[in-house]
């Protein structure tokens, strides 16, 4: 069965640090792996999707790594912003019916 | 493009009520899946959808009903509320489950069952 793991569980920083998220899941039979930017009483934002062939995914200030076969993935925010903070989730597609299985989340909180 | 929308927003119920949870997606995609999302926790796939016609269960289906008769709608049904059904509930959709299909996820409806 698939479990997911964040880390940290919650990250207080200073506006402008670069900062990293971290995922580990226990089976690397993944089709992608998704990363979600969830904010308080809100619905799920998607932020970036990883193929399982792929290693890397960038949009703005943000990067996603990928690395399937020791269970890994990061996200890389760079020079981040109040603007930033939320709660951050990700999600591995196991199934062939696109089902996720969600982490905890880290919360995020960046100081002005 | 509205997406997927949700109502109600929030709803409260009392133990052993009933209530069904609309979710509508207007992008054609053909799956739909139904999440629930407890506090401090992460989200667990209730039922999923490949199409219309077609549900299973996933992880969480116990007390939760589906339908599917159209491509847009996923409805879910609660019987018999109890109070661990609290939850946020959350309706996602996706065009496919290849690995470069994204899901996109609704507002959420927030249950209380007291």
């Known amino acids: 069965k698939q479990e997911v793991t964040q880390i940290p569980a919650a990250l207080s920083v200073p506006e402008g640090e670069n900062l990293v998220l971290n995922c580990s899941f226990t089976?690397?039979?993944?089709?992608?792996l998704q990363w979600f930017r969830q904010d308080p009483g809100k619905g799920l934002t998607s932020l970036l999707l990883?193929?399982?062939?792929?290693r890397e995914q960038t949009s703005g200030r943000l990067n996603a790594s990928l690395d399937k076969s020791s269970g890994r993935s990061t996200l890389y925010i760079a020079a981040s912003q109040p603007g930033d903070s939320a709660t951050y989730l990700c999600?591995?597609?196991?199934?062939?019916?696109?089902?996720?299985?969600f982490g905890k989340g880290t919360k995020l909180s960046v100081k002005p | 493009n509205a997406g997927v929308t949700q109502t109600p927003k929030f709803r409260i119920l009392k133990i052993g009520q009933s209530m069904t949870l609309q979710c509508t997606q207007d992008m054609n995609h053909n799956y739909m899946y139904w999440y629930r999302q407890d506090p401090g926790m992460g989200l667990k796939l209730i039922y999923y959808s490949v199409g219309a016609g077609i549900t299973d269960k996933g992880e969480v289906p116990n007390g939760y009903n589906v339908s599917r008769s159209t491509t847009e709608d996923f409805p879910l049904r609660l019987e018999l509320a109890a109070p661990s059904q609290t939850s946020v509930y959350f309706c996602?959709?996706?065009?496919?489950?290849?690995?470069?299909?994204?899901?996109?996820f609704g507002p959420g409806t927030r249950l209380t069952v007291t």
């Open positions: 089976d690397s039979a993944i089709y992608n």
């Open positions: 996602a959709s996706s065009y496919s489950t290849t690995a470069s299909y994204e899901q996109y």
């Open positions: 990883i193929q399982s062939s792929q």
């Open positions: 999600a591995p597609q196991t199934g062939s019916q696109g089902n996720l299985i």
